[in-house]
């Protein structure tokens, strides 16, 4: 028997606590929680791309604002971080990608989320073993005194727990920091298929 097919019984309250995710990640990728280590790790790859360019004050703003996103991770109960800890032409790849529960009370407000979300964002959505997924991007052009072009783009796909689970859906959201000059490069292109790549490799399973 299948994992949805057990599942749309009435699983006991153990069983409900046993379902958890599987995640492929090709090598030169590891996983972290949200700590110190995975921080100074990300801050590795914000001076890769900033310390070329000759622009600390960037570099600082942008130390700053990957303190308070990882306050921020915590607050929102993220569960993982997986940082890219190879180095590719002597730089880390600037990305990352967080494991967190959806911003919802629970799998009831998934319509309500989705509302919220097809008004702000182009909502791609597919179903995969009944279960909802879904794919949306947010850009950024930001910078400290927005005179140069470094953004992100963030990739977020969103999975429909198994529904007797009583779960909130899981999201992955994949964010790139693009540095200055690659803003119209093959960079974006490659990396938004490696993060297409990954969470296509999601599956819900149970532990035993």
Same mark, same amino acid.
């Given at each position: &028997?299948?994992?949805?097919?057990?599942?749309?019984g009435a =699983?006991?309250e153990?069983?409900?606590?046993?379902?958890?995710?599987?995640? &492929?990640?090709?090598?030169?990728?590891?996983?972290?929680?949200?700590?110190?280590?995975? /921080?100074?790790?990300?801050v590795? +790859?914000?001076?890769?791309?900033?310390?070329?360019?000759?622009? !600390?004050?960037?570099y &600082?703003?942008?130390?700053? %604002?990957?303190?308070?996103?990882? &306050?921020?991770?915590?607050?929102?109960? @993220? +569960?993982?971080?997986?940082?890219?800890v190879?180095?590719?032409?002597g730089?880390?790849?600037?990305?990352?990608?967080?494991?967190?529960?959806?911003?919802?009370?629970?799998?009831?407000?998934? !319509?309500?989320?989705?509302?919220?979300?097809?008004?702000?964002?182009e %909502?791609?959505?597919?179903? /995969?073993?009944?279960?909802a997924?879904?794919?949306?991007?947010e850009?950024? +052009?930001?910078?400290?005194?927005?005179?140069?072009?470094v953004?992100?783009?963030?990739?977020?796909?969103l999975?429909? @727990?198994?529904?007797?689970?009583?779960?909130? =859906?899981?999201?992955?959201?994949?964010t790139?920091?693009?540095?200055?000059?690659? /803003?119209?490069?093959?960079?974006?292109?490659?990396?938004?298929?490696?993060?297409? !790549?990954?969470?296509?490799?999601?599956?819900?399973?149970?532990?035993t």
């Open positions: &028997m299948d994992l949805k097919s057990e599942l749309n =699983p006991s153990e069983t409900r606590l046993s379902v958890t995710y599987s995640l &492929m990640f090709p090598p030169g990728w590891k996983r972290f929680s949200i700590d110190d280590e995975a /921080e100074k790790v990300f590795k +790859s914000l001076k890769d791309v900033f310390q070329p360019h000759g622009l !600390a004050k960037d &600082m703003y942008y130390r700053a %604002l990957t303190h308070q996103l990882f &306050m921020d991770m915590k607050k929102k109960r @993220a +569960s993982s971080i997986h940082l890219p190879k180095a590719i032409d730089a880390l790849l600037p990305a990352s990608i967080v494991i967190l529960p959806a911003p919802i009370g629970g799998a009831h407000q998934l !319509a309500d989320f989705r509302n919220r979300l097809k008004t702000r964002h %909502l791609d959505e597919r179903t /995969e073993n009944g279960l997924v879904w794919r949306w991007e850009r950024q +052009s930001a910078s400290s005194a927005g005179d140069f072009g953004g992100a783009l963030t990739i977020h796909h999975f429909e @727990a198994p529904k007797s689970t009583g779960r909130a =859906p899981l999201m992955l959201s994949s790139l920091l693009v540095p200055p000059g690659e /803003e119209k490069s093959d960079l974006i292109g490659i990396v938004t298929d490696l993060f297409d !790549a990954i969470a296509g490799t999601f599956n819900w399973v149970r532990t």
